[in-house]
């Protein structure tokens, strides 16, 4: 009945879409295998794309060939640039999307690709023969072959729900959990824990009273997330508003008459929540200081009147929850649609993977998503990608990908969770990084898709267009190095903006470093706009950008060329940390448990101090002197 096949992707949420979209595009016969065809691609929590540093993702993912960035902009609602008030290291996209649209959307893709065949049924055992998978086997029985898995199960591991002090089996509300694969993982020798996620009330949109809180509108100029080709048809006019309001003492005093009835103060709930995103009733009680805290009204769609009450997330009962929304302003005549609910989940710590998503113990079995204690649908796009791509070319006998912290906040992400411990869900924050400045939204095209076209993901017209940004942007920057501005074309101009004039002659590119200097700006000098305009506006951007500042990139070359020096220092898969004795103990400890692959790596695992990395690096250095 099933041929055998290079890729199986179990999942088809975002890791998983992502998985199997590049694994096929890459050439690898794939088999996308879900417990329900018709969540292909569901958000399952709020209906948006991007945000503080996950925006940066999602740029990432589409400039190695990915698809979350297409898809968000074709389902999207409305745009916004985050922290523009700040510098471009953090300014982060983010669009609203159309839930149902969203869905619709990956799954047309999908289909779209004849690489992927579709099964729907359950996954309850991996075929495994000296040490490495084969196949799965699912609920119906029925075994399929393949030369490499890609599990992405999210939530639904022994998912079970939690509203109150009802309490039931499930991944997603009205959605059965896997049974089965955590028994065997763990009988194979895998390490396994629990977490603790959650989603807000929905509510009719019909029962709101707008016109007493504060609107959101989008950005006038709406942008995109994909580098490719503007997919969305967003204008200024044509974007839906998202609105907030706030919780206030009568809010929390209702919320507390329901605390001896939740199951995350009674301990029924176990597994840790993410502390940046708390439920509203852990957040009452973290902060108990705070007198109110921001509710974010949000449009689930074009065509629907359902909203996500964005900040209420709980698991108090249904009652409470409903009679607290009543309580803010605007919402006092609300109707609920459905109730906040937690869902715990099993996960399996991802020290046990390496670097490329594959599991240590299995080989050609690959991890993605909340499966490896993260949280989020970009940190999941940006795991299924990889692991996706990886599990094609071990398909394909061909050497591995691999992404660094130098280079993507995916090689971040990859590089904190496999070797730091964390018992909380993982999410990505632009602090992060440490060369977050190298790694801007905006340039994530120019920094990864050439290793996209070596792969075969982009396409030669991607590429071309990549090519011609560069040089675009290379002529720009000459161009202002070398054209001074006389003070007589300039002088009103400094004036108008704030800023003080000058007595002779200065090239453009040191006008552009002062404050209130914009391309936008210097375009104003007569003939200027003549030569600026056939560039793009991106392309501005980035001259400015690399321009106001160059001493501080500069500077994080510098830092970026150490790192790599250590990170291409590798460690022997065999090495024997036992035999260096200067090391502390707990360094020795999590060496042994993570086994880095270099000395980057090495540098980046929680209890491994400065003096740790520089003695195992003289040790390494010493050893392949004596080879």
Known sequence: MFPSYDVIVVGAGHAGCEAAMCAATMGARTLL??????????????????GIAKGQIVREIDALGGYSGIVTDKSSIQFRMLNTSKGPAVWSPRAQCDRQLFAKTWRETLENNKNIDFWQDTVVELLIKDNTVYGIKTLMQIEIES????????????????????????????????????????????ETGRMKTGTPPRIDGRSVDYDIITEQKGDINPGHFSFYDNYSLLTTDNQKSCFLTYTNSKVHDVLRSGFDRSPLFNKTIQGKGPRYCPSIEDKIVRFADKDRHQIFIEPEGWNTVECYVNGFSSSLPEDVQFRALRQMEGLENVKMIRPAYAVEYDYFPAVQLHETLETKLINNLYFAGQINGTTGYEEAAGQGLVSGINACLRSQNKDVFTLKRSNSYIGVLINDIITKESDEPYRMFTSRSEFRLSLRQNNADIRLTEMSYDLGLAKQERYNKVLKKRNDIKDVKDFFYRNRVKPEDINDILTRVGECKITEAQTLSHLLTRPNISTNVLMEIEGLSNVLNKYSDEVLEEVEIQIKYESYIEKEKILVDKFLKLDDMAIPSNFDYSLVKSLSNEGR??????????????SKISGVSTTDVNILTVYISASKGNM
Do not use: H, Y
């Open 589 to 602: 400890e999590k060496l042994m448990i993570v086994r880095p692959s270099t000395i980057g790596q090495a």
């Open 33 to 50: 295998i879900t417990s329900n065809l018709a969540t292909i691609g569901q958000m399952s929590c709020n209906p948006a794309m991007g």
């Open 147 to 190: 030369k490499t898995v890609v599990i992405a199960s999210g939530t639904f591991l022994n998912g079970r729900l939690f509203i109150g002090d009802k309490t039931w089996g499930g991944g997603r509300i009205s959605e059965q959990p896997a049974c089965g694969l955590t028994q065997q993982l763990i009988r194979l020798g895998f």
